[in-house]
């Protein structure tokens, strides 16, 4: 959340946090993000916004994933599964992969 002192990047970065948390953390649809953003920050917006915020924020992570991916493929031990789920009537799924210290999904 914010910082004392931490300048408006600060807050901006906040937000930018808990909207991530929100969608992607959490779970929450693009239409049930958009809604509790309105609600937290008084800033209406549209589900579509949310989710597209949310793909240019994760463009930034790029480097870091590939890194994590790498690590838990050379790792001693590694923990692999897949769960299958409904979205908007079709089946999708979620791979996972993990070692003791690194986790990483991807969803297709």
């Known amino acids: 959340m ?4 931490g ?4 807050v901006r970065a906040a937000r930018d946090r808990d909207r991530d ?5 959490q ?14 920050f008084g800033t209406p917006l ?3 916004t949310a989710a597209n915020m949310t793909e240019r924020a994760a463009v930034g992570l790029n480097a870091f994933t590939e890194q994590v991916r790498g690590l838990i493929a050379g790792a001693a031990v590694a923990h692999f599964d897949e769960t299958g789920l409904r979205v908007g009537g079709r089946l999708r799924w979620v791979h996972s992969a993990s070692d003791g210290k690194y986790g990483a999904d991807h969803s297709a």
Do not use: I
């Open 21 to 25: 948390y929100l969608y992607v953390g």
């Open 7 to 10: 300048g408006p990047g600060a």
């Open 27 to 40: 779970f929450l649809s693009k239409a049930r993000t958009a809604q509790a953003l309105a609600e937290l």
């Open 46 to 48: 549209s589900g579509g």
């Open 2 to 5: 914010f910082r004392p002192g």
